[in-house]
């Protein structure tokens, strides 16, 4: 079993359901997600909005950056507010622990891009939010591995924002290259 397996396993085994939005990079992890028994646990809804259309119809107005903690964390509250809207009237014990999680990123692609290999992470819960901003080696990966790197934060995050502790043994190695470094801002709901 892959390390991804295994905290995708982990994932799965908790109460916690989640909508993500993701676009630019991060869908692996959907994938990930879906192939580990269990799915339908943890996943509410998933959605792609790549066009910038899709973008503006889901944050409401369109971002001042595409790319940036700012926007990845008005996608995980969007996100958020729809995982609480389609889980009204479950019938359960208690109320299920609720999260957004919302990716954002720009990667390598078919053509040379002037600015950074970038993506920021965001989750939102009852708890609080969490965002993870990361600038790639730009040209030290191709696309493939541009993209496992930004889906890994993604599982990362939405284990964090489940309740695993990413420290311990269920830690998920994400493929940082040197000089490469994860800014994370916590905030706790007051």
């Known amino acids: 079993m892959t390390d991804i397996e295994r905290l995708v396993e982990r994932i799965h085994a908790t109460p916690a359901m989640a909508v993500l939005a993701i676009t630019g990079a991060g869908s692996q992890a959907l994938a990930w997600l879906l192939a580990v028994p269990g799915a ?10 790549y066009a910038e259309a899709s973008m503006v119809e889901l944050l409401g107005a369109a971002p001042d950056e595409f790319v940036s903690a700012e926007t990845a964390q008005a996608m995980a509250d969007a996100a958020l507010s729809r995982a609480e809207s389609l889980s009204e009237g479950v019938e359960s014990e208690g109320r299920l622990p609720l999260i957004g999680v919302g990716c954002t990123a720009t990667i390598a692609t078919d053509r040379t891009k002037r600015g950074d290999h970038r993506c920021a992470v965001a989750t939102a819960g009852q708890g609080g939010s969490r ?7 730009k040209g030290s990966r191709d696309r493939a591995g541009e993209e496992e790197v930004v889906s ?17 043994d269920s830690r998920l190695a994400l493929g940082l290259l040197d000089g490469e470094r994860i800014e994370e801002i916590e905030a706790q709901l007051s």
């Open 152 to 168: 890994r934060l993604v599982l990362h995050a939405l284990a964090r924002a489940s309740g695993i502790d990413t420290d311990s």
């Open 40 to 49: 339908s646990r943890t996943l509410i809804e998933a959605t792609v909005p």
């Open 131 to 137: 965002s993870y901003s990361l600038t790639l080696a």
